[in-house]
């Protein structure tokens, strides 16, 4: 499995768009990139997933340079309900694999 | 409710208890991953199973911890001798395997079961 490497943490402010930045130096030819957010006493929740160029879906956008070495999640116009820990996870589900998360981006957003 | 379902959402033991935590996953789903959380970590992968086969489980992990999908549908974890150190939550996903060599496997989590060992 590929690892990865985000900031442990980053502040915003309402209103803003905030981009969370993955390396994956090692990504497969086949891996994706799965993005996860997780609020306190919750599970992860998926949010966006891409194999390369740009994905954008109702709750955020994925670039994937050509090299697939690094990705960005990017959310629009954050408010205080994205604040939450987000997980950068490459690599994951095949036949004989299992998805490892890190310990993700802890993102506050401030008023 | 079509989500994954744990029960119980708490549960509070004794040292030296054991304890069993049970997981209804998404109905179509064939893959089902146990995760344990403590705060401040990501989800650390404890086993997963591919419909009632256990195909791996985490060398972290002690003799104490066991889990069960019989039927390929819901799953239990059940933890004996329970120890201070295992307080946690403990997180239960499931997912649609991926065809062939395709890595683009999405999980859906449930709310997890918090446990507290005194």
């Known amino acids: 499995l590929a690892k990865t490497t985000q900031p442990i943490s980053m502040d915003s402010y309402e209103g803003q768009e905030v981009n969370i930045t993955c390396s994956h130096n090692?990504?497969?030819?086949?891996?994706?990139i799965t993005w996860y957010q997780q609020f306190p006493s919750q599970g992860p929740r998926f949010i966006i997933q891409?194999?390369?160029t740009k994905v954008t879906n109702e709750v955020a956008s994925l670039f994937i340079p050509a090299d697939r070495k690094s990705s960005t999640l990017s959310l629009p116009r954050v408010s205080l309900s994205d604040t939450a820990v987000y997980y950068c996870?490459?690599?994951?589900?095949?036949?004989?694999?299992?998805?490892?998360f890190g310990s993700g981006t802890r993102l506050s957003i401030r008023p | 409710d079509t989500g994954v379902s744990q029960n119980p959402r708490h549960k509070i033991t004794k040292r030296g208890q054991n304890v069993t935590f049970r997981c209804d996953p998404i109905s179509e789903h064939n893959r089902l991953y146990w995760y344990r959380q403590t705060l401040g970590q990501g989800p650390e992968f404890l086993t997963y199973f591919q419909n009632e086969a256990q195909l791996e489980k985490s060398r972290l992990l002690s003799d104490r911890f066991s889990a069960e999908r019989p039927k390929g549908s819901f799953s239990t974890l059940e933890i004996q001798r329970t120890e201070q150190g295992d307080s946690a939550m403990y997180l239960c996903?499931?997912?649609?395997?991926?065809?062939?060599?395709?890595?683009?496997?999405?999980?859906?989590f449930g709310s997890g079961t918090q446990l507290s060992v005194l």
């Open positions: 996903a499931s997912s649609l395997a991926p065809r062939g060599s395709g890595t683009n496997e999405k999980l859906f």
């Open positions: 891409g194999y390369k």
């Open positions: 996870l490459v690599g994951v589900g095949s036949s004989a694999s299992k998805i490892i």
């Open positions: 090692n990504i497969a030819t086949n891996d994706y």
